[in-house]
């Protein structure tokens, strides 16, 4: 079954500092996966996708298909990044449907 | 126009009420959806229309009755609910259903049955 784990449910850091938002996927075959983001009282919003490898915000995500993991990383947090942030994935068999993990809250402290 | 719009922003209905929450995009997106978010939880897949028709329902009770009149409305028709169907429901849209492609949502309506 597809699933998406978000193991923390609140990170709080101190701007400057880095950050590690872990995100761990089950799926069989080869998933596309994705990092939304939640800012307060804005909509949820795509930050980065695997198959595009880019870089938003400063913040990256690498697929490690052995660990089965799409952490996002950021060198240095900044107190704009404070938000709920969601991976999500979406199957190669698709059924157009995307699964959300359960969020992690994002607190960067100045 | 990049985003997409949802009417009402709140809503309060009885649980003998009909009523409907209504979802546009001008952005030439032929993949829409609605999603269903409680509070402190992820978004939950409802229904995906795919040019204007309904490709997936995730066993979603008769009570929520979703229609896309066309490529840029897509409507929740809601009756008889209950309680635990308090939530914020979101609508999304997408150029297509394939995974590559972003979805686009909108604030939400926040629903609340009494």
């Known amino acids: 079954a597809q699933r998406v784990t978000q193991p923390e449910k609140l990170l709080s850091v101190f701007k400057g500092a880095p950050v590690e938002l872990k995100c761990n996927y089950s799926?069989?075959?080869?998933?596309?996966l994705f990092w939304y983001v939640q800012y307060s009282r804005q909509r949820l919003q795509l930050l980065l996708r695997?198959?595009s490898r880019e870089s938003i915000k400063g913040f990256t995500a690498d697929l490690n298909k052995g660990e089965t993991s799409f952490h996002l990383k950021k060198p240095f947090a900044q107190e704009e990044d404070s938000a709920m942030y969601y991976c999500?994935?979406?199957?190669?068999?698709?059924?157009?449907?995307?699964?959300f993990g359960s969020g992690t809250r994002l607190l960067v402290r100045p | 126009d990049t985003e997409v719009t949802q009417t009402p922003k709140h809503l309060v209905m009885g649980m003998t009420n009909k009523k409907s929450l209504k979802c546009e995009q001008h952005?030439?997106?032929?993949?829409m959806y609605w999603y269903k978010q409680k509070a402190k939880k992820p978004p939950e897949l409802m229904f995906v229309?795919?040019?204007?028709?309904?490709?997936i329902n995730e066993s979603v009770p008769s009570r929520f009755s979703p229609e896309c009149p066309n490529s840029s409305l897509l409507n929740l028709h809601l009756h008889a609910l209950q309680p635990e169907d308090s939530a914020l429901y979101l609508c999304?849209?997408?150029?297509?259903?394939?995974?590559?492609?972003?979805?686009?949502f909108g604030p939400g309506t926040r629903l609340t049955v009494t």
């Open positions: 999500a994935l979406e199957g190669e068999d698709s059924s157009y449907k995307l699964i």
């Open positions: 229309y795919s040019y204007e028709k309904l490709s």
């Open positions: 999304a849209s997408s150029q297509s259903v394939l995974a590559y492609y972003e979805q686009y």
């Open positions: 952005m030439g997106h032929r993949a």
């Open positions: 695997h198959i």
């Open positions: 799926y069989s075959g080869s998933p596309e």
